[in-house]
């Protein structure tokens, strides 16, 4: 018997892996929420030792009489601002609104046009001049106001309806992923001499494609199916040479137009129109007193710049209001403590206890902090001694500047 059940025990042994081959185990996937407890901690806890021993120097903001909302403003019609999330897309957010507040200036038409349409093909152009300089130019998020029309002339633009570069469900755009992608594949092309621009631009679209989606070749408007181009064209009739961007810094000729000598003019456009501060400021309050906006940029990293109180004013103790002139500007801007940092949309101005104060639409995550979110309120001073140059509509310089040399922006 005990034979018998060794034989028995040794059959079902043997007989063991044809079962389990014939019920093979078949698993099973699930989706599950991508977390990592202690890599959390590790990044709060940093983030807490770090606001912990950092401390940021700001002026005392408590009991002065500033700007309490945007209502005491008188505006420009102009769109709600949105955020351009964690990007360095500023320059075409600002500029875009700008460009929007014109289209109902002069047409009463409400259009939001599409700021990533611009931006992705602003990458591209970046590469191209990547490839041509082999490598000797910036590739960075930043670009300047007056690019955006010759992208537009060469590329077209599309409405935000027709192409947002996000994902759906997507809340804010991130391009940190997306430039680190392409900063790496310029680097490669760099190291190994891979000049071929038809392959560069090839596989730049290809990053940007898979990033922010490509941008439509045709869009229906009205029923009608046209290009980018034929939309910018047909229905938004931009004719570009009636603005101009006005810089004021000593270390140029004034009176005629100048490169603007920071990184973001990556193309090195000579197409500033530099002028004597005060004629700056004079061609700023008039614009804006008369219904033009003015797109502007400059820095934003200054102790009197506060986002939870949505102020930027110059205090006492960088410089008094009376000796703000253009040896104070140029002296922070030689020695780098004004820098282009950031563009926003001058949307409105009251006129406050004798001061000017300015209206500002801006795509920033700082605006967003305190209500008003999108805006801050600007002092002159501010104004006068950070913003560096501004776009606008040459009807505002009627009676201030004469323009020297009429040609336009750069084609």
Not at 378 to 407: N, P, R, S, T
Request: net charge negative.
């Amino acid at each position: 018997m005990a034979r018998f059940i060794s034989r028995s025990c040794m059959v079902l042994f043997l007989m063991m892996p044809a079962l389990f081959a014939q019920t093979p185990r078949r698993d099973k996937g699930k989706f599950v929420e991508r977390k990592s407890e202690f890599w959390e901690k590790i990044q709060s806890e940093n983030r807490k030792f770090a606001e912990d021993r950092k401390e940021q120097f700001i002026l005392d903001f408590d009991g002065m009489d500033l700007p309490k909302s945007k209502d005491e403003f008188k505006t420009i019609w102009h769109l709600d601002p949105i955020s351009q999330g964690n990007s360095g897309m500023c320059w075409c957010f600002c500029t875009t609104s700008f460009y929007e507040s014109e289209i109902f200036r002069t047409t009463g038409r409400k259009i939001k046009l599409s700021e990533l349409h611009t931006v992705y093909w602003e990458y591209v152009e970046k590469a191209r001049r990547y490839v041509q300089k082999q490598g000797n130019s910036v590739f960075e998020q930043g670009s300047m106001g007056n690019h955006v029309p010759i992208i537009w002339r060469k590329y077209g633009v599309v409405r935000a309806e027709d192409y947002t570069g996000l994902e759906e469900g997507e809340p804010f755009h991130d391009h940190e992923s997306l430039l680190a992608d392409m900063k790496a594949y310029l680097k490669h092309v760099k190291e190994n001499y891979l000049w071929d621009e038809d392959v560069v631009l090839k596989s730049i679209r290809a990053i940007l494609n898979n990033h922010l989606g490509e941008p439509p070749g045709k869009i229906t408007v009205d029923g009608k199916e046209m290009t980018p181009v034929d939309y910018l064209n047909k229905v938004i009739k931009i004719d570009f040479n009636d603005y101009i961007d006005l810089l004021s810094l000593m270390e140029k000729t004034y009176d005629q137009f100048v490169l603007y000598p920071v990184e973001d003019n990556w193309w090195k456009s000579e197409d500033y129109y530099n002028v004597p501060l005060d004629e700056f400021m004079a061609v700023l309050k008039n614009a804006v007193n008369k219904g033009y906006g003015v797109s502007i940029g400059g820095d934003v990293s200054e102790a009197g710049y506060y986002s939870y109180a949505k102020a930027a004013v110059v205090p006492t103790f960088d410089i008094p209001s009376d000796y703000i002139d253009e040896h104070a500007r140029q002296f922070r801007f030689s020695n780098k403590s004004t820098t282009d940092d950031h563009g926003i949309h001058i949307v409105g101005h009251l006129e406050k206890n004798g001061e000017n104060w300015f209206l500002i639409k801006d795509s920033g995550s700082g605006s967003r902090n305190r209500p008003d979110e999108g805006y801050y309120y600007y002092h002159e001073d501010y104004i006068k001694l950070k913003m560096m140059d501004f776009l606008v509509h040459k009807d505002a310089l009627k009676g201030i500047v004469e323009v020297a040399d009429q040609e336009g922006p750069e084609k």
